[in-house]
């Protein structure tokens, strides 16, 4: 008997994330196959990038007539919300990076209903951090307290609210411009905190895990740092991951999604 697995992959953004993505895909002729992708613009550019075998689109409605099993979210926050209750109204799987935007008051719970209603699930693959594996075990057996740090060199803050708050251009040590709750970091950085929203989704919550953001001169790459504490120890995990073509985003981003399409589509799975 054949298990119903992920084997036909849209993608929403065909960005620095989704390039990468594609061209991971592509190695792997027994793995998930793209049979499409939602650009906002450029299609002829990323039409001529994809070939000729795989539509490129620009409604929701044509990558929906593609009939993928899954469609992978690289674009961010605002395509995201455009289309994912959309995608699990159709009984689609949506994996989704951008996972800050579930900070937003009801997002959550509106999706999970949809996947519910419709036999499709809501996706939040581990991205630029490792351990999810581990808080989720904690998680079962009782947290007490997760602590996300998140640190960057200040090139990755530009544009944030870290602007006002310090000097990213005269920076000489490192400098912590936020403390707060995952839900209030995700909100305020959605470029750049998705990940503690997948921390706290995986452990102790938006409102409950505790968030630092950290600009520092002398990082020459994106660091996550999970400190978690439960009835039965601790937990400490730390990614210290180079930048990517997007300063804001960690470059093994684009391989997590690809591995975890692969176990998607796999018969053994770790």
């Known amino acids: 008997m054949t298990a ?4 036909r992959v849209a993608i929403i953004g065909y960005g ?3 390039k990468v993505l594609v061209a991971e895909m592509m190695k792997d002729p027994d793995g998930p196959r793209l049979v499409g992708a939602l650009v906002r613009s450029n299609r002829g550019e990323v039409q001529a990038a994809l070939g000729p075998g795989v539509p490129v689109v620009t ?5 929906i007539a593609l009939i993928p099993d899954i469609v992978v979210e690289c674009a961010g ?4 919300m455009a289309h994912a209750g959309r995608l699990l109204d159709t009984g689609i799987d949506v994996m989704a990076i951008s996972t800050g935007a579930l900070a937003a008051p009801g997002v959550l719970e509106d999706w999970t209903a949809r996947a519910r209603r419709n ?6 693959p ?6 999810l594996d581990g808080l989720g075990a904690h998680k079962r057996a009782g947290l007490t307290s997760v602590v996300y740090s998140s640190t960057k060199p200040p090139l990755a803050w530009r544009g944030t609210p870290a602007e006002q708050i310090v000097d990213l251009e005269g920076l000489r040590e490192p400098a912590v411009f936020f403390e707060g709750s995952a839900r209030e970091a995700a909100l305020a950085y959605p470029k750049n905190a998705n990940l503690a929203a997948t921390v706290a989704l995986a452990g102790m919550g938006l409102d409950e895990t505790r968030v630092r953001l950290v600009a520092d001169p002398s990082a020459t790459g994106n660091t ?3 400190e978690a504490t439960s009835a039965v120890g601790t937990l400490t995990v730390e990614n210290a991951g180079l930048a990517g073509a997007n300063p804001k985003t960690s470059a093994s981003t684009a391989y997590s999604l690809a591995y975890a399409l692969a176990n998607e589509a796999a018969h053994f799975v770790i």
Do not use: S
């Not at 119903?4 to 084997?7: L, S, V």
């Not at 926050?77 to 995201?80: I, M, S, V």
């Not at 036999?119 to 939040?124: K, Q, S, T």
């Open 77 to 80: 926050q605002p395509a995201l």
């Open 126 to 131: 581990a991205g630029a951090i490792a351990g």
């Open 16 to 18: 620095a994330i989704g």
């Open 59 to 63: 409604d929701i409605d044509a990558l």
């Open 119 to 124: 036999g499709a699930r809501l996706i939040a």
């Open 224 to 226: 996550g740092r999970i």
């Open 4 to 7: 119903k697995r992920a084997r």
